[in-house]
């Protein structure tokens, strides 16, 4: 018997050194929700994606959805993180929270009910040894695919001919966004 199962990749806080919040830049087809979505939806055998509680989240009320922002003397926080670091497409310094879910992988110990493509005659089809789980391949080629795509927000929004220009754009934002914290 064949498993699926589900993959979750994390990128932490901002402050922690993790995803700034304000990525990409704002346009309908660039958001990175989406991108992330495809990104996991591109992995064999994917067949859901959700970004925070998204499943969870249809079937709640609005009001136990929507993360609350507090401020506690020092800087801006949120007690939950359902949005899964993204608001409207644009990461928002919490933790970017992506889950996928997988299917079962293909052979079966028995062979499913089959037609012949030529002749139109019924069979069952031949068993195939093979894994019966490939759930935590997935998870080690969606962390790639997560990470590809933050870097790719992230040469979006701050650019760069080098590491060094590059990591001084990302100084002077997250210098500018902490003024607002």
Do not use: F, W
């Given at each position: 018997?064949?498993?699926?199962g589900r993959i979750a990749r994390t990128a932490p806080r901002s402050d922690h050194r993790g995803v700034p919040a304000?990525?990409?830049?704002?346009?309908?087809?660039?958001?990175?929700?989406?991108?992330?979505a495809q990104a996991l939806?591109?992995?064999?055998a994917i067949k859901g994606?959700?970004?925070g509680d998204g499943f969870h989240a249809?079937?709640?009320?609005?009001?136990?959805?929507?993360?609350?922002?507090?401020?506690?003397?020092r800087k801006l926080t949120r007690p939950t993180n359902r949005a899964g670091?993204?608001?409207?497409?644009?990461?928002?310094?919490?933790?970017?929270?992506?889950?996928?879910a997988m299917k079962p992988i293909a052979p079966l110990k028995k062979g499913l009910p089959s037609v012949d493509v030529r002749s139109k005659e019924p069979f069952d089809a031949a068993f195939e040894r093979s894994d019966i789980c490939?759930?935590?391949?997935?998870?080690?080629?969606g962390e790639a695919m997560v990470?590809?795509?933050?870097?790719?927000?992230?040469?979006?929004k701050f650019a760069g001919d080098s590491v060094k220009e590059l990591s001084r754009n990302v100084k002077t934002y997250l210098d500018h966004i902490s003024e607002f914290e």
């Open positions: 018997m064949a498993n699926g304000g990525l990409p830049l704002l346009a309908n087809d660039r958001k990175l929700d989406g991108r992330l939806m591109s992995i064999q994606v959700e970004i249809a079937a709640t009320r609005g009001s136990n959805v929507h993360d609350a922002i507090h401020y506690d003397a670091g993204l608001e409207g497409g644009i990461t928002n310094g919490e933790p970017v929270v992506c889950r996928a490939a759930v935590a391949a997935a998870s080690i080629v990470a590809i795509t933050l870097a790719d927000a992230l040469l979006e």
